[in-house]
């Protein structure tokens, strides 16, 4: 996974070393959260060997941190596991320095006002 240069710059190398694959694999999902991906897009996407992410993925799971179907995977949507998951904090506060934080409020001014046709009758 490549980093921008400013956070090279100012990152002490400690930091940097602590984000495992499972840890960079995690954080772009959680980065991505209202989508699933295949493996290889995964690798493709944060620069990780296709091997490595589909190790990472299957430990992931195994510690119920991702969910599986077919050939996507996407982060949980359990917050409390996420939270208890100690690779998490620092795979978000890395994406957050790269990347800033995400701002719900934004989200939600670009939502969709109404439900998705498939979601109507869930009510």
């Known amino acids: 996974m490549s980093i921008d240069r400013e956070t090279f710059e100012n990152t002490r190398e400690d930091e940097?070393?602590?984000?495992?694959v499972p840890d960079q694999?995690?954080?772009f999902l959680v980065a991505h959260e209202d989508r699933a991906f295949?493996?290889?897009?995964?690798?493709?996407?944060?620069?990780?060997?296709?091997?490595?992410?589909?190790?990472?993925?299957?430990?992931?799971k195994h510690r119920d941190l991702v969910e599986h179907k077919a050939t996507y995977w996407a982060v949980t949507d359990d917050a409390d596991r996420l939270d208890g998951y100690g690779?998490?904090?620092?795979a978000t506060a890395l994406f957050n320095e790269q990347f800033g934080a995400e701002e719900k409020?934004?989200?939600?001014?670009?939502?969709?006002?109404?439900?998705?046709?498939?979601t109507?009758?869930?009510q």
């Open 87 to 90: 690779g998490y904090e620092r």
């Open 25 to 27: 694999v995690l954080g």
């Open 105 to 118: 409020e934004a989200w939600r001014e670009h939502a969709p006002r109404e439900p998705h046709p498939n």
């Open 38 to 60: 295949e493996a290889s897009e995964i690798a493709s996407r944060t620069g990780i060997d296709d091997g490595a992410v589909s190790t990472a993925l299957s430990r992931l």
């Open 120 to 122: 109507e009758n869930e």
């Open 16 to 20: 940097l070393k602590e984000l495992s």
